[in-house]
């Protein structure tokens, strides 16, 4: 289960960046007062233009970054005063996140493993479960810097989903991939839906967002616009698809909010 | 110990050790380069000094006095090949073959140098001027040997004539009988050889050894997007941070057994360049020494590995990081230079001074003169330094303005 109340996230801008972009502000609001849940069994997209908060707010979830004001639980465990416990029980993936080239994929998974306090057994269970998965087997004690790119993508699936967490949090989880390798990917997060995980991706795909989302959020500068089931957004934007009913929110709040 | 941190420490140091490259450029490197450098080094120095030993001083004299010429024909002094020149006039072109390196040196002798001595007056008193090429070795050689050795001894014989005999110009011995001229044992000589070198060597090693891996280790894995993927873990952040200070020590201590491997491996030609004192058989180091060392050295690698991850972790970039520790670099080599030099006074307070305190702790060690209090004093400002180091490395691990981009 995850619960995002009120959530805000100002980043501070240097003089040096500041004068390079041009900006006024010391500081940048990248998210304000977003709230919305997700529970175990579904799959919450949170759908929106480049610089919406999107990967801020998953970035928040994660731990990686701290919220400004506000409060995220993520399996009764709270992100600011809890975060290894968060980081025990989720797995958070997105294109910046790299692994070490230098190692092979099976080293890479021992490694993490460990860092997760996993015994040799599990780590080894789960690996070769993931591999099989994923298609690695073949590759494994291959350095990952003769990988292709699809293959460290895919591999970075697997390291991510190592400790088969209960709450999967993916920033556009097909972004970059090959067309067989997002099937595969999409495939999984829907098995894992079945299997009763709480996942939240980001995407500005809306058809990523149609095909695998149980409920979608629509972030525009910052700020949830609207959320709900696709029928609900429709209805309530009074629209057919879900393209026509992002484009009509943007040209409503865009200006405002961007 | 928490296995987390084992785990990361396994990893950093796989990360050298399995990397060919870095097991070359990190570790082998530095101690083939000292040993080919200091070996040719040190034999280029002692084919000079052979050279110098055998070479034969040109000298070119004017106005040679036949006194002189007897003096040189019966003295021990066989190092010079005189040329009489009889024209005062051709002076200008001697001096021209001294600047030329041609010749060595250049006496001019008074004219009647010999009736002018035998004469005696007081204020008249003959006179022999001397030219030589300071930029010449061999030249200020010749000064050396004709000046303070040849023209002193030939002095000392005219006054002998003038007495009557040689006898009466002797007024006093040194160390005729003396066999113990030196009260220092060879031990502690030896020592002391060593304590002016090895503290200046180590300490440059372990820094510069731990330099290029440790700016890598935390700038290098958040430019290449690889820590972001370790700190999602549930590992603490303060176990990654620690995990790499640890590994950083140990690569550090290993590259630098390779550079004093590499001094060893050049001893048999480079002894000339440590100096005449470095008797290598003669080094003998009590256990309780071996131990102090061993705890100087780990306190100083704290520090060092301490100063490099720190510079990692405020830097975004390798390239960032190494331009922040270029400055640092040159404290450590100022530091470690100015320990040595130091005239050894006792005062406690240059214990106080990080790096600079450290290193003549170690030299002490080395020449086995080492004052416990100040051994303590030190220790345990070197220690508040590494505490404080490791807490801002800790905080800053926290800190998502210098763990992410």
Redesign the interface.
Known sequence: MIEVRNLTKTYFVSKRERKKNKMKNEYVRAVENVSFSVRPGEIYALLGPNGAGKTTTLRCMSTLIKPSSGEIIIDGFDVQNDSESVRENISFLTNELKLDEHFSADYTMKFFGGLRNMLPEQIDLRKNYLFDIFGIEGFKNKQISDFSTGMKQKLGIAVSLLNDPEVIIFDEPTNGLDILTAKTVTDYLLDMKEQGKTIIISTHVMRVAEKLSDRIGILIGGHLIIEGTLKEILEKTETETLDDAFFALYEKFGDDNG | MD??LL??IK?EL??VF??RRLVFTALLLPGLSIAVIYSIMGMVIGNMDDERAIHMYEIETYNVPSSYISYMDESPYDKINMHEMVDISQLEESKMRLTNESIDMVLVFDENFDQKMSDYRINEIPNIDTYFNPINEYSQDARNYIVNGILQDYKVAIVGERLGDIKFTQVFSIDIDNSEISVASEEKLAGTVISRILPILISIFLFAGAMGIGIDMVAG?KE???M?????????RETVALGKLISLAIVAIFSTISSILGILLSFPFSSKLFGQGLNIDKISFPPQYILLLLIALLILVGIYVGLIILVSVISRSVKEAGTYISPIYMVVLISAILAVMGNGEMNYMKYLIPIYGNTIIIQNIFSLDINMMYFLINSFVSILVITGLVLIIRKMFYN??FM?K
């Open positions: 296995r987390r785990v990361v990893k796989m990360r399995t990397d894995e290449r997007g690889t972001a993927t370790i700190l999602l873990t549930p590992v603490k998502e303005k992410f």
